[in-house]
T-cell receptor
Framework: EPEVTQTPSHQVTQMGQEVILRCVPI?????FYWYRQILGQKVEFLVS????????KSEIFDDQFSVERPDGSNFTLKIRSTKLEDSAMYFC????????????FGEGSWLTVV | ELKVEQNPLFLSMQEGKNYTIYCNYSTTSDRLYWYRQDPGKSLESLFVLLSNGAVKQEGRLMASLDTKARLSTLHITAAVHDLSATYFCAVPGSGNTGKLIFGQGTTLQVKP
């Protein structure tokens, strides 16, 4: 059973369209993250989110991106106006960095921008 | 800026052989993560190494951490085809926000 469930598993969108990727943790947690992986490349950090606020974001996470946890359960990543280079696998993750436990990754949402 | 480098990036080996994947990182860290990724799939956690000298083993995989050398190794013993995958190491960024910086990944191909 996955620690984190992501939807959609695959989305194809037109360039310039808005996309929302969703993440649902199996149980209540405070630390969430979004990462992306362009095909064949390494995994890149986008943003960390603690207690309903962004705690750190990368250079990739520009004004086109936003995250929120609107209902205390779902955790979303919004890309306002998609570009071709946003095509990638987006992973949601959760885990307390202060603990000795791992960071768990979701199954991923594959975004294709055409 | 923290950099994490793995080598080799690609490894083709025969079943039954042993090999080691190396992960170097550029700034101080007392913990390191290893993940496995099958093509098109998620990242599966293999090990979390929490201190200098930490060694963990699971089946044919053994990981170790030397924080003074800023080096972790993932040793594969008597490889089998099922171990074919891409292996990533990851190091926490500064600030304790949970951010992980990943290496480039090592793609392992085990041939029968």
């Amino acid at each position: 059973e996955p620690e984190v469930t992501q939807t959609p598993s695959h989305q194809v969108t037109q360039m310039g369209q808005e996309v929302i990727l969703r993440c649902v943790p199996i149980s209540n947690h405070l630390y969430f993250y979004w990462y992306r992986q362009i095909l064949g490349q390494k995994v890149e950090f986008l943003v960390s989110f603690y207690n309903n606020e962004i705690s750190e974001k990368s250079e990739i996470f520009d004004d086109q991106f936003s995250v929120e946890r609107p209902d205390g359960s779902n955790f979303t990543l919004k890309i306002r106006s998609t570009k071709l280079e946003d095509s990638a696998m987006y992973f949601c993750a959760r885990g307390d960095p202060r603990s000795g436990n791992t960071i768990y990754f979701g199954e991923g949402s594959w975004l294709t921008v055409v | 800026e923290l950099k994490v480098e793995q080598n080799p990036l690609f490894l083709s080996m025969q079943e039954g052989k042993n090999y080691t994947i190396y992960c170097n990182y550029s700034t101080t860290s007392d913990r390191l993560y290893w993940y496995r990724q099958d093509p098109g799939k998620s990242l599966e956690s293999l090990f979390v190494l929490l201190s200098n000298g930490a060694v963990k083993q699971e089946g044919r995989l053994m990981a170790s951490l030397d924080t003074k050398a800023r080096l972790s190794t993932l040793h594969i013993t008597a490889a089998v085809h099922d171990l074919s995958a891409t292996y990533f190491c990851a190091v926490p960024g500064s600030g304790n926000t949970g951010k992980l910086i990943f290496g480039q990944g090592t793609t392992l191909q085990v041939k029968p």
